[in-house]
């Protein structure tokens, strides 16, 4: 019966060492995976902007990371299940002299297993920072792409609209320079035509006439300008 005990815990710890074995060489390869990818993901400061997807998604490096941390949590839950039938057996052992060397090795295994863990959970929680990281940056990255895109063509709007806002100005400032002149040739016009009507005052009728007929003139005229710049102001903000 101690024999075969003895077998059992013999077989239980060569599968404790095997499995950590397994671990060890899985989790130096998870940390590989890591510090490669941090070391790429940052390589000159950017990547290629043409890129306008997430980072990581489909990528082999997901891919790898998504399988690498299935398998390492598999062989940890197994490794923490033969520490488990290590500790039952310590606690029906027959043989109390052996129990405090069975415990030691049951304790060291124990650490190896938390030791592991801890450092899985700790590159795990690297690597999504850094995922999440490039994810936002690639994101910021396609907003300002977005941006100097649509910069681009609202310059181009812009530009339009000054030259288009230049050109009505041109023109208002003809206009003010031609009513300025008609407007002091009227002036000129009254002028004298008053001199005259008070000289002949027979001629006074003659000129209130003409009098009112100048205003109409004027009303017209000032009408249609008014109409023609509503007009042009109508087309350039279309």
């Known amino acids: 019966m101690a024999a075969g005990s003895s077998s059992y815990w013999e077989d239980l710890r060569k599968q404790a060492r095997q499995l950590e074995n397994e671990l060890d060489l899985k989790l130096v390869s998870f940390s590989k995976l890591c510090t490669s990818y941090s070391h790429s993901s940052t390589r000159d400061g950017r990547r290629d902007s043409s ?5 990581l998604n489909g990528s082999s490096q997901d891919r790898m990371f998504e ?3 299935i398998e390492i949590e598999q062989l940890l839950a197994r490794l923490t299940g033969v520490n488990d039938k290590m500790a039952e057996y310590t606690n029906s052992a027959g043989v109390p002299s052996l129990n405090a060397a069975l415990m030691h090795t049951l304790q060291r295994h124990r650490d190896i297993l938390q030791d592991y863990t801890h450092e899985f ?5 690297n690597f999504m920072a850094i995922r999440e990281r490039e994810n936002l940056m690639g994101s910021v990255r396609k907003d300002i792409e977005s941006y100097k895109s649509g910069s681009g063509v609202n310059n181009r ?3 339009l609209f000054l030259k288009e806002h230049d050109h009505l100005r041109n ?3 003809a206009t003010k320079e031609n009513m300025t002149s008609q407007r002091g040739m009227l002036k000129s016009i009254h002028s004298k035509m008053n001199t005259l009507a008070n000289r002949f005052p027979a001629v006074n009728s003659l000129i209130q006439r003409i009098n009112l007929r100048k205003r109409r003139d004027s009303l017209i005229l000032g009408g249609v300008i008014g109409i023609c710049t509503i007009l042009l102001l109508l087309y350039a903000f279309h």
């Open 171 to 173: 023109i208002a400032m």
């Open 157 to 159: 709007r812009t530009e």
């Open 121 to 125: 959970h700790k590159t795990k929680a």
């Open 67 to 69: 399988t690498m941390a």
């Open 51 to 55: 890129d306008t997807t997430p980072l």
